[in-house]
């Protein structure tokens, strides 16, 4: 238990549907991220919060949206994606966005477009 | 670019034995992370060795890291079934705007038993 939970850990979507993927963490952290784990690639940043304000934006498409109401909660809106967006979706937080944090990552919720 | 770069990409070692997997990356850095993924799960952050270390442990693991060569290690001594799992290592650069993480393509460990 890392004090981040993911929800739902598998997700099966058309691509014309709309979903979200959620995120909340319990460790009073400042900083949140999603990021992308495909087969055989390095981890990919998606987006980076930091005191609910988006500081990052990795040249993500459209169709991914992030969403951070309060430092407790992240969410990742899900709309008309594509087979290759398939992959392993890790949520994490940490303290703040300083060098030097530990980042604790979730569980992850797994994608698979069809 | 990508920062860290594990090697070897995959290891397998009978239980008992030890596991050694180097990272090197490119530019200078602040600190360096190992972390570990067991299969279809979330990454666990395992240690931090700062720029100005050279050595550090933490139970079984041993990290070392080289600045002049850019290169860290992660030593697991007396390996266990148990340690099967992807091993990540990640750097911070050591410019002011550290913004994130960057992760390497990771080491994948199978310890036999």
């Known amino acids: 238990e890392t004090g981040v939970t993911q929800t739902p850990r598998h997700l099966v979507m058309g691509m014309t549907n709309k979903k979200s993927l959620k995120c909340e963490q319990h460790l009073g952290h400042n900083a949140m991220y999603w990021y992308k784990q495909s087969a055989k690639k390095p981890l990919e940043l998606m987006f980076v919060?930091?005191?609910?304000?988006?500081?990052e934006n990795n040249s993500v498409p459209s169709r991914f949206s992030p969403e951070c109401p309060n430092s407790s909660h992240l969410f990742l809106h899900l709309h008309t994606l594509q087979p290759e967006d398939s992959a392993l979706y890790l949520c994490a937080s940490s303290q703040d966005r300083n060098s030097g944090n530990t980042i604790y990552f979730g569980e992850g919720s797994w994608l698979t477009v069809v | 670019s990508q920062q860290g770069e594990e090697d070897p990409q995959a290891l397998s070692i009978q239980e008992g034995e030890n596991a050694t997997m180097n990272c090197s990356y490119k530019t200078s850095i602040n600190n360096l992370q190992w972390y570990r993924q067991n299969s279809g799960r979330g990454l666990v952050h395992l240690i931090l060795i700062r720029s100005n270390e050279r050595e550090k442990h933490s139970g079984r693991l041993r990290v070392t890291l080289d600045t002049s060569k850019k290169s860290s290690s992660l030593l697991i001594t007396a390996s266990r079934a148990a340690d099967t799992a992807s091993y990540f290592c990640?750097?911070?650069?050591?410019?002011?705007?550290?913004?994130?993480?960057?992760f390497g393509s990771g080491t994948q460990l199978t310890v036999l038993p």
């Open positions: 919060y930091s005191l609910e304000e988006r500081v």
């Open positions: 990640a750097t911070i650069d050591g410019g002011g705007s550290a913004r994130q993480l960057t």
